[in-house]
């Protein structure tokens, strides 16, 4: 946070990427915040950037808004530093067009900035999967997967595809996610990282499809079975 804001812009990218466990992410968080009036004594806006982070955290889905509450649990009071933080975070996400100025926050905006980079990665990886899934090519699908040039960012790609399939009941994305790791372009860490991201996310999308848990404990279990899944991987009974 006393650096320039590239370096704070190129810090938020790293940890939407890098797809760190939620209760990490949060307790890292909470850390921050504990330690925020040290570095207050060099940092006088350090309430700020970290209401900045934060809202940026949640922007870019390394954390889910139910989290801002668990981080500001944390601290006792809206007048703590904690709860101060925390009521900043939440009218950053209110204000109108948030989701836009927070991706600017640190002066971003052109296509070579990080973080535009990062949302048009997600833009294509869906666009790809809708293409594939409603009838493309597998080679074209295969093909756009590893010109995105992004290996340590395709655990989103497992993690759309896999909503998709649940959302659909469409298996063709199944068969596209075994066929890249087959061929090696998506790794058993980042096919692992994309199911402990859908898990994380069940419970929201189980309110558009009731039966989502059960489908994912099935794929769990066939892809263990076809060993593209960590076997140390664990959902429900599986």
Known sequence: MDKKNREKEMASVLLSS????VDDVVNGFVMLIESADDTALDNPVV???LAMFLSRAVVDEALAPQHLEEVGSQFSGTDSLGGKVLQMA???LKARLSGE???RCWGGGDSSTPGWAVEDVKLKISKLL???ESGGDIREAYRCIKELGMLFFHHEVVKKALVMVMEKKNERLGGL??????SGLITLNQITKGFSRVEECLDDLALDVPDARKQFLAYVEKAKTIGCLDSSFHY???
């Open 236 to 238: 429900g009974n599986s």
């Open 18 to 21: 890098l797809c760190f466990p």
């Open 130 to 132: 809708e293409e594939y």
């Open 177 to 182: 996610l075994a066929h890249c790791f087959g």
């Open 47 to 49: 309430v700020e950037d």
């Open 90 to 92: 939440k009218s950053l």
């Open 101 to 103: 100025r927070i991706l």
